[in-house]
């Protein structure tokens, strides 16, 4: 059974950076679109980024320019470099593929000062 498993989260100031990471077994992400979610306190969830097998992002307009995905084939992980953090961004992100499998636990994000 797939497993994915999301890390990187914490506590960030704003303006800060994170950087989330995406693993999985039982799953080739080079094969799959993949993707991350995010949902904010009682809020739906919404994808934050998106990247195809041949590497073309998109990206929320919340995000763009300061939100980066990223694949590392070799080590089947995929992650998202997250810069001037804002509080906006407090939120539990979720890695997931296309089409959708499992949600994992999600890591959680909070900007704060």
């Known amino acids: 059974q797939v497993q994915l498993v999301e890390s990187g989260g914490g506590l960030v100031q704003p303006g800060g950076s994170l950087r989330l990471s995406c693993a999985a077994s039982g799953i080739i992400f080079s094969r799959y679109d993949v993707c991350w979610y995010r949902q904010a306190p009682g809020k739906q969830r919404e994808l934050v980024a998106h990247t195809n097998r041949n590497g073309n992002a998109n990206y929320a307009d919340s995000v763009k320019g300061r939100f980066t995905i990223s694949r590392d084939n070799a080590k089947n992980t995929y992650s998202l470099q997250m810069n001037n953090l804002k509080p906006e961004d407090t939120a539990v992100y979720y890695c997931?593929?296309?089409?959708?499998?499992?949600w994992g636990q999600g890591t959680e994000v909070t900007v704060s000062s």
């Open positions: 997931n593929t296309i089409p959708l499998l499992n």
